[in-house]
């Protein structure tokens, strides 16, 4: 299957600052996505990173809080810009793998543990 | 929108036991696919289910995919200690092209 890595693994940042996290394939893939994993909770989608166009954005999240980059086919980087408390999350990168032999088999990178203080 | 129903939240289990999890839904889907996460780690895809009726087995994890299209099982037999995580259900609805609605998630916990 594909490798990401997912960098920081975790941080501590003050509220008001930014953090951007940086997913990187060691393989070409068509789909990138950006989750967001809250304490004890399940997955929610943030957004799809597109090659060479703008993300989309799920309902809930927008460009302006979470800016995200996709230069290229095996790279991508989410910012969570103007940190509060309520931000500290797991975000998890995920790629749609062509080599995982199952459709929308996905695979997921380590995620970045992020503590807001 | 669609929402998964995943239980039980959490199982305490003796070494050895059987697990059965669930999800069910009150809208049809056409994907099933059952994920495992560790602590410190992204979830991995554990199995993967395309057609309604359809059982698949991955070494001691046996999932089926409902004949209503609304429910998924997971059994996993004769738990090992590193069975103990996380595991998600997530369903990818009618329509979609790739986004996939997540069940809570059932943490499993192995009793020394």
């Known amino acids: 299957s594909a490798v990401i890595s997912q960098k920081p693994s975790r941080d501590i940042c003050q509220r008001g600052t930014s953090l951007t996290i940086q997913c990187q394939v060691d393989s070409q893939v068509t789909m990138m996505f950006w989750y967001r994993q809250q304490p004890g909770q399940s997955l929610t989608l943030i957004a799809t990173?597109?090659?060479?166009?703008?993300?989309?954005?799920e309902s809930g999240f927008v460009i302006d809080k979470f800016p995200i980059s996709r230069p290229n086919l095996t790279f991508s980087t989410l910012t969570v810009s103007n940190m509060s408390p309520e931000d500290s999350s797991i975000y998890l990168c995920?790629?749609?793998?062509?080599?995982?032999?199952?459709?929308?088999?996905?695979?997921f990178g380590s995620g970045t543990r992020l503590t807001v203080v | 929108g669609q929402q998964l129903n995943q239980s039980p939240q959490s199982m305490f289990i003796q070494e050895g036991e059987d697990v059965s999890m669930n999800c069910t839904s009150s809208?049809?889907?056409?994907?099933w696919l059952w994920y495992k996460q560790d602590p410190g780690e992204g979830p991995v895809l554990l199995i993967a289910?395309?057609?309604a009726g359809e059982l698949t087995s991955n070494g001691r994890l046996t999932a089926q995919f409902g004949i209503t299209r609304k429910d998924s099982f997971l059994n996993i037999s004769a738990s090992i200690p590193s069975d103990v995580g996380i595991y998600f259900c997530a369903g990818q609805p009618p329509n979609s092209n790739y986004q996939l609605i997540w069940g809570a998630g059932t943490k499993l916990i192995i009793k020394p």
């Open positions: 990173a597109n090659q060479g166009s703008e993300a989309t954005y």
């Open positions: 289910l395309y057609k």
């Open positions: 809208s049809i889907f056409n994907t």
């Open positions: 995920s790629v749609e793998d062509p080599f995982s032999g199952a459709l929308y088999g996905y695979t």
